[in-house]
């Protein structure tokens, strides 16, 4: 396998779910209930729970990858329709300059003729001389019927190109619009999960700053890791502590593929922007064989991913709240392991 890997364009425009103004109003009715904002009259909701955070966070990192993919195909398309457009340019420059030959041979015709030949050939004083003009005019006439001919094509294929350069600005119109309906819905999440945490019983707040400020180095001794893996290994050491920030690929902060990204950018691979894909970017292991440098993705839908380094533990960043930090592989459903 190359040390190297590049997300391609997609075939057709990825679908991107909004949060509609309705859900997001259904959103805030049940975050006031649960947090005890509730009308008087109405029946007090259950107390919220770390489980009640951790639900809320999980969903958050599910919008944030979709955030990601869209955000990526934002870029992708933006960097299409600037190739287009330079496609455009040339063709049009092309287009120009083929009409400005195809005038400058229709005047030299016209300037060297305009007689029916047969009366110019009756007339002329050197029917020698004329001869020899009238095959530079079939010459010319020639050479403007291949003009003419490059002048079409060219013609139609600007055509097609700005046909195309629409309907990719349209698309990016549109991928645009689905980067922020997931970004508003990535924030409207943690701010529902930041008041059930502020909420949360003092214990059960206790017991989740300690679990997000884990970030316990584990005992690695008798690891061995060497080439790429080792620098993407010791790239994500490097970035232990950084906070979690959704949508972020470092290097002051990192959600969870862009802690992947950025740590094999190190090692001078590239891996595509979400966890979904990232999934993919390599040979598929069963986690009995994982070696350090491998990704882990969990969950059914690959909403989660982070870097195995040995003796049973990942290194991730976990979730808005919480450090990049070691855990244990098993700490959620492992769905794939991928070597790079």
């Given at each position: ?62 919008a ?22 330079d ?136 690891v ?6 080792a ?18 690929n ?70 808005p ?20």
């Amino acid at each position: 396998m190359g040390s190297h890997r590049h997300t391609g364009r997609s075939t057709a425009a990825r679908h991107a779910r909004g949060v509609t103004a309705t859900a997001l109003s259904a959103a805030a009715a049940t975050a006031a209930a649960t947090l005890g904002a509730a009308p008087a009259q109405a029946q007090p909701g259950p107390p919220p729970t770390r489980a009640s955070v951790d639900r809320l966070l999980t969903e958050a990192e599910r919008a944030t990858e979709a955030y990601n993919e869209a955000d990526e195909r934002t870029g992708t398309l933006r960097a299409e329709l600037r190739r287009t457009q330079d496609r455009v340019a040339r063709g049009q420059e092309r287009v120009n300059t083929l009409r400005g030959a195809l005038g400058a041979l229709a005047g030299a015709q016209y300037r060297s003729g305009g007689v029916d030949p047969a009366l110019e050939l009756l007339f002329s004083a050197d029917p020698e001389q004329y001869l020899e003009k009238a095959a530079t005019l079939d010459r010319i006439s020639l050479r403007r019927a291949g003009e003419l001919t490059r002048l079409t094509r060219a013609q139609r294929l600007l055509t097609q190109e700005r046909a195309e350069a629409a309907a990719t600005l349209a698309e990016l119109a549109r991928s645009r619009a689905a980067t922020a309906r997931h970004k508003r819905a990535v924030e409207a999440k943690l701010a529902r999960a930041r008041a059930l945490l502020d909420a949360l019983p003092p214990s059960e707040r206790a017991a989740h700053d300690r679990r997000s400020s884990r970030s316990q180095r584990p005992d690695l001794t008798g690891v061995a890791v060497s080439g790429r893996a080792a620098t993407a290994v010791a790239a994500a050491q490097r970035a232990l502590g950084k906070p979690y920030v959704w949508g972020a690929n470092g290097p002051t902060g990192f959600d969870c593929s862009g802690l992947m990204q950025w740590a094999y950018a190190q090692a001078g691979v590239g891996l595509p922007r979400t966890s979904q894909a990232q999934r993919y970017a390599g040979q598929r292991v069963p986690l009995s064989q994982a070696r350090p440098g491998d990704l882990v993705a969990y969950r059914a839908d690959a909403s989660h991913i982070g870097m195995y380094v040995g003796n049973g533990q990942v290194i991730h960043a976990p979730y808005p709240g919480a450090a990049v930090r070691y855990d244990p592989v098993g700490m959620m459903p492992v769905s794939s392991v991928t070597r790079v």
